[in-house]
């Protein structure tokens, strides 16, 4: 089962440091997006791409934060200049097709902690 | 705007007793439905969803959910729960537009089935 696959699993690092994760999705999935989950809340959105465009952005991804798809596969998420709040799971799903009635695919996620 | 409340943040429930967890939304515009499961260190799985047709959706593991278009509501019930329920879960509703591509989660509910 090729499912949605995110990593590392786990990051810890120092305060101001950079960070990148990496989500590769489903395969035939032309969509991709992240979201970010704090302790005791859903997940919110960060950004999505079709294909390798990246058609939204969420008011929550700061100027520290950039996402990339250069070739409509693969996808990885930088933190710049790391702070607390970062602290959190970072979580990417992929879907299929054109229509907003197909459901996201979600990776286990990747858990931040910055000390 | 659309959003999604989840007024049970923690539901206590005996094994093989029924269970209800709450979602009620709001939005301006059409939306489809979804509930998802997250287990521990995990992502979320797709539980069942609503996209239009029968109000009653049947989805994994038992579960069903009705969707209440006057009340706004998507009440997810199962009616006898097992251990492995145990788990948080999570309402979803996204737009009916090719423009609406993210999904807007509720803060989650977390089941705890007892022995």
């Known amino acids: 089962d090729t499912g949605v696959s995110q990593n590392p699993r786990h990051k810890i690092t120092k305060r101001g440091q950079n960070v990148t994760f990496r989500c590769d999705p489903i395969s035939e999935h032309n969509r991709l997006y992240w979201y970010r989950q704090t302790l005791g809340q859903g997940p919110e959105f960060l950004t999505y791409f079709q294909n390798e465009a990246q058609l939204e952005k969420s008011r929550l991804l700061s100027d520290r934060f950039s996402a990339e798809r250069p070739k409509g596969s693969f996808s990885t998420l930088e933190i710049q200049r790391t702070e607390q709040g970062d602290s959190a799971m970072y979580l990417c799903?992929?879907?299929?097709?054109?229509?907003?009635?197909?459901?996201?695919?979600f990776g286990d996620g990747t858990r931040l902690s910055i000390l | 705007a659309q959003s999604v409340t989840q007024l049970d943040s923690q539901v206590p429930v005996f094994e093989e007793a029924p269970v209800e967890l709450r979602c009620n939304y709001s939005s301006s515009v059409s939306v489809y439905l979804f509930w998802y499961v997250q287990y521990p260190n995990q992502g979320l799985q797709l539980l069942l969803k609503?996209?239009?047709?029968?109000?009653l959706v049947k989805g994994i593991n038992g579960f069903e959910a009705e969707f209440n278009k006057s009340q706004t509501s998507f009440h997810l019930r199962k009616p006898s729960v097992h251990i492995s329920d145990t788990a948080e879960y999570f309402c979803?509703?996204?737009?009916?537009?090719?423009?609406?591509?993210?999904?807007?989660f509720g803060t989650g509910t977390s089941l705890t089935v007892i022995p």
């Open positions: 609503y996209l239009s047709g029968s109000t």
């Open positions: 979803a509703v996204r737009t009916r537009s090719n423009t609406g591509n993210q999904f807007y």
């Open positions: 799903a992929s879907s299929l097709g054109r229509n907003s009635n197909q459901p996201q695919h």
